[in-house]
């Protein structure tokens, strides 16, 4: 099994590990429900290091990234930003979804998930071969995010002036970025592991609370934010997975992996809902919905910390309208769909 260069660092805080995707993660340090609502009122911070970081060089990164992505990296070349897209195969699948960054100097860097990493080489170095573009693997590198409304009292001193959403600080040896997977006010560092760990000891000896898998699992469903492998596969598109905003059209003369497949799947019948229920018990994945009509399918569930209810995202039919039901554990239960950003759809309810 992998494991983090923070290993023995998260054992040494009492760190529950389990085996995700492979690596040696926390999935909480005692309670999931106080590191839950730890980073949703206050702060906390995540070793998010299992994440692949791939550096790009040559002079047609652009070129290769308005090819590689259906979300328009012009967007963001020459600023400090980071821009969220996925990574489709030529069918439309979604093989990866992930943020690329701008680090000046017209270079860029692309941040993917754990499980998809050697995939992810693989792909990234096939498609640039034409552009003479290099990827590099930062196969050693340092992730940390901390996240939640008091962030940016901790991160103040590691930047020149506050920096907004989406927006990149980078020097010769850190990136701090404004992201994060949580809903909240946060940023992501990205640097070499030495620093790596200087950044950890100084956060987490100033009371800043370590956060485990488990509680980024729930703050990110509260937010309405897809998890690849769960949420979304190569089986299914963006427009079925509430990321159609991230197909950029506007270029008719640019051609990206997926478009002519997109083209033809605008109409998509299927959509991914937010539910909720009043009642007791957790819907899982695969859980069946049904709905007036038709049925679906439960991608991800869980109970809410944030409003006290059990919630989840479902792949259902664009005429499912408001209300739906389940079974658990032989009992019907009845489901209110919404959007799948909780934290405005039930906002009220806090």
Not at 115 to 128: H, Y
Not at 267 to 274: A, F, N, T, V, Y
Not at 306 to 317: E, P, Q
Request: proline share 2%.
């Amino acid at each position: 099994m992998k494991a983090t260069y923070l290993n023995s660092k998260h054992k040494d805080l009492g760190g529950f590990m389990v085996d995700f995707s492979g690596w040696e993660m926390p999935l909480h340090y005692g309670s999931q429900l106080n590191e839950h609502n730890e980073v949703r009122t206050n702060v906390g911070i995540f070793d998010v290091s299992h994440m692949a970081v791939f550096d790009l060089d040559g002079e047609k990164q652009e070129d290769f990234l308005r090819f590689l992505l259906p979300n328009d990296i012009k967007k963001i070349n020459g600023q400090n930003k980071a821009m969220y897209s996925p990574m489709l195969n030529y069918e439309g699948g979604i093989l990866d979804d992930l943020i690329v960054y701008y680090l000046g100097n017209k270079s860029f860097r692309i941040v993917s998930n754990c499980a998809t990493r050697e995939k992810n080489l693989s792909w990234l170095s096939k498609i640039a071969e034409p552009f003479d573009v290099g990827i590099d693997f930062k196969s050693d590198y340092s992730i940390l995010a901390l996240q939640g409304p008091n962030s940016h009292k901790f991160i103040k001193s590691h930047i020149e002036k506050d920096i907004s959403k989406f927006s990149v600080h980078n020097t010769d040896d850190v990136m701090i970025a404004s992201t994060g997977y949580t809903g909240e006010l946060g940023y992501e560092i990205i640097c070499d592991q030495e620093k790596g760990i200087k950044f950890w000891n100084e956060f987490v000896s100033n009371d800043v609370q370590p956060i485990g898998l488990a509680a980024r699992d729930t703050l990110r469903l509260e937010a309405g934010l897809n998890l690849y492998g769960t949420d979304m596969d190569q089986t299914n598109t963006p427009y079925d997975s509430n990321i159609g905003w991230t197909i950029d059209f506007n270029d008719k003369d640019r051609d990206f992996i997926g478009k002519k497949a997109l083209e033809e799947k605008k109409d998509s019948k299927k959509i991914l809902k937010g539910f909720y229920t009043e009642e007791r018990g957790v819907l899982r994945g695969g859980a069946e919905v049904i709905f007036k009509g038709g049925s679906g399918v439960v991608t991800s569930g869980t109970w809410s910390p944030t409003f006290k209810k059990n919630i989840g995202f479902c792949r259902v039919d664009k005429n499912c309208g408001e209300i739906g039901s389940a079974v658990l554990r032989d009992k019907k239960i009845t489901l209110k769909f919404c959007n799948t950003n909780f934290l405005e759809s039930l906002k009220q309810d806090v």
